[in-house]
């Protein structure tokens, strides 16, 4: 028959025991009670409660909230080392803003004193948090559980049989059982002490010390990428060289020996699109080949390119990111001669690659007077001309079915000589004349693939020729961080996984000889935190020991037959005995 007493009493020796039994179930720093007389800190003192409120939990996760706060204006408002031309564009719509933004670091959030501060003091705070927490585990991995306390009867779950196993082969089949359990357990006295779940606190530090690896990793990422785009028409090429790039940015510490030396030609772009139903127009097949070669000397290799399938050198990646036509057209003088042949890539305007862009010519015209004139043609160009009765210049269909250039013809100053820069997507019409037609208009007309536009007064010509080739756009990507902070990701997910499902818990289980010469035996278990899954454990725990170690009848006093009433003393009083006690069966665990 099993026996469970409660005892609800306070005892100082008690309390003492069972607050060391529950001790470093965690090793989160125990902060002292306040003294109501406390004196002055001095400056060692101050300095000593700074660290502390800067290492605490509390203190490191208010920093990765402000961190989190602190990052949302780099995405609202244009950044200077992500678009020079969107920032430039800000502070002329805003001249009372952009000063305040340039006070405040608004513009370059990532390089800003302050959010430099903010993601120091949160990589002090977790190594500072982490660093004694991690020796205290180490300490407790290479100690033993607690020993039982005085009365486990104390705790909030328990249980207890009598039993006529001796009390070394209970302890012994305890042993066993926990160990089987993969607990940890040893024999301690006349008990056995176990303990199980320290993937709970691993995980705990596993989640911080990845976010500083994470915090490395991002610092890293940002002091030494590059990311560069580039545009290359179908028979070019690409050499990894900071002059090759169409827009080139990169990290503080970033310097041109660190680019991965490579170079690619396009062999041909390949775009396929739904013809019908309601997803017309969208790409189903979007694929460059490639010819690569790694380093100045390195093997020739082919490969294929496709969207969120990037080409992986070293490492760098290169990724495909847009795709254009390439209209190939003939400028001639007005003797005839080609000044310039060439495929010209236009930037795509919609979903159907209706397209417009430029054509320059800078060098090798002369005009009819002999002189020397550049030339500039506005170009707008569809690959599905809808016809003139749909009265509109917008593509059907961002296949090449029916392909029309409409030209727009300029002569004089490109300004391209004046030193500075200029899109090759845009002309600076400022000292720019307009070709005039018969009626006194500006000069332009739709040209099919293989018709001309005749310049006036013997000016000369372009062709648009029959030969349209694509071009493909490619990112290339260095962020030697990347590897590593995705590592961080799923360790800090691991980790807090971890932290939030496994539950440290302990058990004890002590088997003494009782007065009766019986043993008695005793289990307990207690967790961190109030869960059901201790005492369901503990009562599985308990039935298959009771299997080992079965119950045995408590002693039962003699009593008188039932038709007596009593038996009579020497005084000639009547005695009966009530016998009052609490049975519960060694299969389950009470919870008081």
């Known amino acids: 028959m099993s026996d469970t007493t409660t005892d609800n009493s306070t005892q100082t020796g008690d309390d003492q025991d069972l607050g060391a039994a529950g001790s470093q179930l965690s090793t989160a720093p125990v902060e002292d009670a306040p003294s109501p007389n406390l004196p002055a ?62 006070k405040l670091g608004l513009f370059n959030v990532y390089s800003s004193v302050w959010f430099s501060a903010i993601y120091i003091l949160l990589f002090v705070s977790l190594i500072g948090c982490i660093v004694p927490r991690t020796w205290q585990f180490v300490g407790q991995l290479r100690g033993r559980p607690p020993g039982a306390p005085r009365r486990l009867t104390r705790l909030p779950a328990h249980t207890t049989w009598r039993t006529s196993a001796a009390p070394e082969e209970v302890r012994e089949a305890a042993l066993a059982l926990l160990r089987k359990r993969r607990f940890r357990a040893h024999t301690a006295g006349d008990a056995v002490a176990a303990e199980k779940g320290y993937l709970r606190e691993l995980g705990n530090l596993a989640f911080h010390l990845a976010l500083i690896v994470m915090l490395i990793a991002f610092a890293w990422g940002q002091l030494f990428k590059s ?72 093997e020739e290799k082919n490969a294929v390119i496709k969207v969120n399938k990037p080409l992986e050198i070293g490492d760098a990646k290169v990724y495909l990111v847009s795709h254009g036509y390439a209209p190939v057209v003939t400028v001639r003088d ?47 160009f569809v690959p599905t001309f809808g016809g003139s009765a749909s009265g509109t210049m917008l593509s059907q269909f961002p296949a090449l079915d029916y392909p029309v250039l409409a030209l727009n013809a300029y002569h004089g100053d490109l300004k391209a000589d004046s030193g500075i820069p200029q899109s090759v997507y845009q ?19 739709l040209l099919t693939p293989g018709e001309t536009m005749t310049l006036p007064g013997g000016a000369g010509s372009i062709t648009f020729e029959k030969d349209i080739k694509e071009w493909a756009g490619f990112q290339v990507v260095q962020e030697p961080g990347g590897g590593w902070a995705l590592g961080g990701a799923l360790a800090a997910i691991g980790g807090l996984a971890a932290s939030l499902f496994v539950q440290r818990r302990r058990v004890w289980v002590r088997a003494v000889r009782g007065d009766d010469g019986v043993t008695v035996v005793e289990m307990a278990g207690l967790g961190r935190s109030e869960s059901a899954k201790v005492p369901e454990e503990l009562g599985d725990l308990a039935a298959v020991l009771y299997e080992r170690a079965p119950g045995v009848a408590d002693p039962q006093p003699e009593t008188a037959p039932p038709e007596d009433t009593g038996t009579p003393d020497a005084s000639g009083t009547t005695t009966s005995t009530d016998t009052d006690s609490q049975a519960v069966p060694a299969e389950g665990a009470e919870q008081q």
């Open 41 to 102: 800190l001095g400056v060692i003192g101050w300095a000593r409660w700074f660290w502390r409120q800067l290492t605490s939990m509390r203190v490191a996760l208010l920093l990765l909230l402000l961190l989190s706060l602190a990052a949302i204006p780099g995405s609202l408002i244009p950044q200077t080392g992500i678009d020079e031309t969107r920032v430039a564009d800000f502070r002329e719509r805003h001249d009372v803003l952009a000063p305040v933004y340039d």
């Open 334 to 380: 007005g003797k005839g001669e080609i000044v310039y042949q060439d495929a010209v890539p236009l930037l795509p305007l919609d979903n159907n690659v209706t397209s417009n862009g430029v054509v320059k010519v800078l060098d090798g015209y002369r005009n009819p007077q002999g002189k020397k004139e550049q030339l500039g043609f506005q170009a707008f």
């Open 427 to 445: 002309m600076d019409k400022t000292k720019m004349k307009e070709f005039k037609d018969a009626d006194g208009e500006l000069l332009k007309k």
């Open 227 to 298: 990311e560069g785009n580039k545009i290359v028409v179908e028979g070019d090429g690409f050499s990894n060289t900071l002059t090759q790039y169409d827009d080139f940015k990169s990290g503080n510490l970033f310097t041109n020996d660190d680019l991965e030396p490579f170079s690619f030609d396009v062999k041909e772009f390949t775009g396929t699109y739904e013809r019908t139903g309601p997803n017309r127009g969208t790409p189903r097949t979007y694929e460059t080949e490639v010819t690569y070669t790694e380093g100045a000397d390195g």
